[in-house]
């Protein structure tokens, strides 16, 4: 990965400044320890003498990247505001502002480790099933501004829609629609067009993937209400904290909202069955299919347009996928593997949906 392990003068600024207001009996300089190698933000953990810790991201100093990665940090920020409300271990904001012309947000640290950590043992399904329904169930609750929330115009606790659209990117009109099946039509526009624009030769032509999907796109009319989805449920994303002799870990944490979009639930379900014909995965996990159901009163995949929708939303990913590696520079033979991973799941995408 090509990302620098130092941390930018803005960085660097943001932590100082959080650490002046910390309590004067935890003096001393920041320590900074960078994270999240390779991905869109700039991010690291920053800790005092004193032991106290907190996440610091900042947005690219840079325009490079994939259309939908613009506004990240506020997207973030709305989408704590909202799914914070969730029964779900989640990062509280410290604090949401700009500086030198980049969006910067600085969180809570969580406990626990990444879920794909060696060292850990697995989540229980059910557990999975349970946080995924409250998440849901605070994505489709209307929002509302509670006594005390920031009135910041730029990062506003509304629902980042502009007037008529209820599907899409928060505050970026260009990526919203008035219903899901345009949303969805305007994203997989955005990063085909992404794929042009850094000459990614896909494993599937541009014009026979639009044609599959403008053909499944009627799965999509059976959804009118939207909620709000993280879209990053992979392992990586979950901190877990084992009990002592336990065969299931403790869910301590649910981070990086940066890709959460107002769509239907569907498309949380790729991150947990990657690389795979994703609704046959969720369908054949009865814990999680259970627990849903009994937690949230409403069925994850009720019908075949339901399926049709998880292929989609997965297609969409897997182009991200093969796409942002070129921006992002990855390279080495980590990367050569998992792009072609990726691009044979967009071949076999693309066969389940013709």
């Given amino acids: ?37 390779g991905t869109a933000n700039e991010v690291a953990a920053v ?31 709305l989408a704590l505001r909202i799914l914070g409300r969730a029964d779900v271990p989640q990062p509280e904001i410290v604090l949401a502002t700009d500086l030198d012309g980049r969006d910067a947000l ?15 043992v697995p989540l229980a399904r059910d557990v999975m099933g349970r946080t995924l329904a409250r998440l849901h169930a605070a994505g489709r609750t209307p929002f509302h ?10 990062l506003s606790p509304a629902n980042g829609l502009e007037d008529g659209n209820r599907f899409g990117y928060p505050f970026r009109p260009e990526l919203q629609a008035p219903t899901a099946g345009e949303a969805y039509r305007t994203l ?17 032509d541009a014009a026979r993937l639009i044609g ?50 107002w769509a239907d639930p569907t498309a949380d379900l790729v991150s947990l069955a990657l690389f795979t014909d994703v609704p046959a995965t969720i369908a054949d996990d009865a814990e999680l299919l259970r627990t849903y159901r009994e937690e949230s009163g409403h069925e994850l995949l009720p019908d075949e347009s339901a399926w ?35 691009r044979t799941w967009i071949v076999d995408i693309a066969a389940s949906l013709a």
């Fill in 212 to 261: 599959l999907v403008d053909e499944a796109l009627p799965a999509f009319d059976a959804v009118t209400e939207a909620t709000l989805v993280h879209f990053d449920l992979w392992d990586g994303n979950l901190l877990i904290m084992p009990e002592h002799g336990a065969e299931a870990a403790q869910l301590t944490g649910v981070i990086d909202h940066e890709r959460a979009h």
């Fill in 308 to 342: 049709t929708r998880a292929r989609l939303w997965s297609l969409y990913l897997a182009v991200i996928m093969v796409v942002e590696g070129v921006p992002r520079g990855y390279e080495g033979d980590w990367f050569v593997e998992h792009d072609a991973t990726v």
């Fill in 1 to 37: 990965m090509s990302r620098s392990p130092s941390p930018s003068s803005t960085l660097v600024a943001l932590a100082e400044h959080w650490a002046a207001e910390r309590p004067a009996m935890q003096p001393g300089s920041p320590t900074i320890t960078m994270l999240g190698e």
């Fill in 188 to 204: 997989l526009d955005a990063v085909l067009a992404d794929a042009a624009r850094f000459e990614v030769d896909l494993p599937v």
């Fill in 145 to 154: 501004v509670e006594p005390g929330d920031d009135e910041d115009a730029a």
């Fill in 47 to 77: 800790e005092l003498d004193g032991g106290e810790r907190a996440i610091v991201k900042v947005s690219p100093a840079e325009a490079e990247g994939l259309t939908y990665e613009r506004k990240l940090m506020h997207t973030e920020a």
């Fill in 106 to 120: 600085i969180m809570t640290e969580l406990t626990g480790r990444p879920a794909n950590s060696t060292e850990t």
